[in-house]
């Protein structure tokens, strides 16, 4: 059976307009070309470093990254673009939400069940984690972990076997 | 093909006496061109449907001639929008291969007539009949953005507000909207967001909120300001490629954009 959409303006979604408030598509528009411009350099800048100067992308290994993250340097410059980045794309992201799926005008079960919550929900979940994530990966990481199995550890560090 | 055309087309003449007059008076330079209308009878069609005409036309011919030479020779049930048939009015948007595109301003010629030309409704507007839709979301958008001059403060010297031709300049091209809804029907946000603004409403807002003898461009730009407003816009040029009086619109939503972001136009 073909599924149909509701036409646009039916009683499904009246046009509501919202009064004057605090409003952040502004600050979520300028945020998109802020980042963009600053990720265009940074992204240049990542791949320029990872795959061609030295030895070019067949110096990136293991070793490489974690040569990389011992230097607070690369720590921060890591962070600046995971963080802007995947905030840029979250954000296009809830825009594509927005514009493809109608919000829901009932309070309570109707609207936490409403493709619309469920979908925004789904991506401020998976944001937050991945930034968290990231972030501790990038602060605590550690080539050679004590106590961890000779055998599983990278040949540079003194305890492999 | 037009066997279907026939038998759905109930006023039609059988084609073969249609085929006979038409090439004994064919004016010179005629041509036929098939024109494939999506057809709506909220009456009698559950869903839309393609039915397809052939109609004689001329070289200095348009879309909305011909049709007219469908409605008034074939088959009297179309129903489209036309009031002035000279690209003022704008009555007659719709959708033509394609393109969002005033009937009365698109030559046939201009279209490939060897292929059959596609017209069908504007898109993202409530289908009424035919060619039809309704245009109230558009016009209720438009009332939205207050496009009239507000100026409660009495002018200098107590007679006339003068404008300087710099100042007029300013807001020249959006003053060439005829609310055709080509623009705000061919945006794709528009089609999908059942809330947003839409283009020319933005294109009505700019004219006065860059007129320097209105008072309330603060008030416009709050209004755009709007989770609905401006920032919905993608910047898909959809709405400039479709203004039959070519307005710039793109470049007009992104001035409001800029006034909002300055706090003043």
């Known amino acids: 059976m073909a599924v149909t959409l509701n036409e646009p303006r039916t009683k499904d979604s009246p046009v509501v307009r919202r009064g004057a408030g605090k409003n952040w598509e502004k600050w979520g528009w300028v945020y998109m070309r802020a980042s963009g411009l600053v990720l265009v350099v ?16 067949s110096a990136l290994d293991f070793a490489f990254v974690a040569g990389k993250w011992a230097s607070p340097f690369w720590q921060w410059y890591d962070l600046v673009l995971l963080w802007l980045s995947l905030i840029h794309g979250a954000n296009g992201m809830r825009t594509l939400i927005n514009d493809y799926s109608i919000s829901p005008i009932g309070t309570g079960l109707k609207k936490l069940l409403s493709p619309h919550f469920i979908m925004k929900s789904a991506l401020l979940g998976a944001t937050v984690v991945l930034l968290i994530l990231g972030t501790l990966v990038i602060f605590t990481f550690d080539p050679c972990p004590v106590s961890s199995n000779p055998e599983l550890l990278p040949s540079f560090c003194p305890a492999a076997s | 093909m037009s066997t279907v055309t026939i038998e759905a087309a109930q006023t039609r003449i059988p084609e073969r006496t249609t085929e006979t007059t038409a090439v004994e008076d064919a004016p010179p330079g005629s041509f036929v061109v098939t024109l494939i209308i999506r057809r709506y009878i909220p009456e009698t069609d559950d869903e839309p449907r393609w039915q397809d005409f052939d109609v004689r036309v001329l070289p200095t011919d348009r879309i909305l001639d011909a049709l007219h030479k469908i409605k008034w020779e074939q088959d009297g049930s179309l129903t489209f929008r036309r009031s002035c048939a ?13 393109r969002n595109r005033l009937a009365c301003k698109t030559l046939i010629k201009d279209l490939d007539p060897s292929k059959p030309i596609y017209v069908e409704a504007l898109k993202g507007l409530p289908l009424e009949k035919d060619l039809v839709v309704d245009m109230e979301p558009f016009f209720e958008a438009y009332r939205q953005v207050q496009p009239f001059l507000i100026a409660n403060s009495t002018p200098p010297g107590g007679r006339e507000r003068t404008q300087s031709p710099v100042a007029r300049e300013r807001f020249d091209d959006t003053t060439k909207c005829i609310l055709c809804a080509a623009c705000t029907s061919s945006c794709p946000v528009f089609w999908t967001d059942g809330q947003y603004f839409g283009p020319a409403a933005i294109v009505n807002a700019h004219r006065f909120i860059f007129d320097d003898r209105d008072e309330s461009a603060q008030v416009r730009l709050d209004i755009l300001n709007d989770k609905e407003g401006v920032w919905r816009c993608r910047t898909t040029f959809n709405c400039s490629e479709a203004c ?14 800029q006034a909002i972001l300055v706090g003043k136009p």
């Open chain 2, 244 to 257: 039959p009086r070519g307005i710039e619109i793109t470049k007009a939503i992104k001035e409001v954009k």
């Open chain 1, 42 to 57: 940074m992204i240049f800048g990542h791949l320029y470093v990872n795959l061609y100067a030295g030895d070019g992308v």
């Open chain 2, 86 to 98: 000279h690209g003022i009015c704008g009555s007659d948007a719709m959708r033509i291969n394609g």
